[in-house]
């Protein structure tokens, strides 16, 4: 019973991994850069939410944290690091804690909670982090993200 444990283990802290990875590679790679806001776009969070759906919330929180903080740190947005590791660690525990039963709605409303959670966190540190303009100036660019993320889930949980 030793070995069966192991190798579950084994396996899921792959799968975080490469999941961690996949994540920071997609943020990285489709990052749009978005003037006066000192951010950026990008898709990152398909994974994000999709981990937390199918994996649950620790997997959901990790992924989440680790992922795109890595690639804030990588594209060189240090300041973001500490904000991203918390918010979208959130984002991924929320998602993974909501959706419970498996059905399409339960699915729509936990992405709607992530990005709420997307669009709440950075207005609130980066109100503290920068300043109020740019708090209020990311609330447009964050909610686009939100919502591609959320439209991009329930495309995939018709199938």
Do not use: W
Not at 69 to 81: Q, R, S
């Amino acid at each position: 019973m030793q070995h069966v444990q192991t190798r579950s283990t084994t396996s899921a802290l792959v799968l975080t991994a490469v999941l961690i990875a996949l994540v920071t590679l997609l943020t990285m790679y489709t990052k749009i850069p978005v003037p006066g806001i000192r951010g950026y776009f990008n898709v990152g969070d398909v994974v994000i939410m999709t981990s937390a759906l199918l994996l649950g919330r620790k997997y959901g929180a990790y992924i989440g944290a680790i992922g795109p903080a890595l690639a804030d740190l990588f594209l060189g947005y240090a300041v973001f690091v500490p904000i991203t590791f918390v918010v979208k660690g959130i984002e991924g525990y929320l998602v993974g804690t909501v959706y419970n039963n498996k059905t399409t709605t339960s699915a729509l409303v936990a992405t709607v909670v992530g990005g709420i959670i997307i669009v709440a966190g950075y207005f609130i540190a980066e109100y503290f982090v920068f300043d109020p303009g740019v708090a209020i100036a990311s609330i447009v660019t964050n909610t686009i993200q939100a919502v591609i993320v959320q439209k991009s889930q329930l495309t995939c949980s018709r199938r």
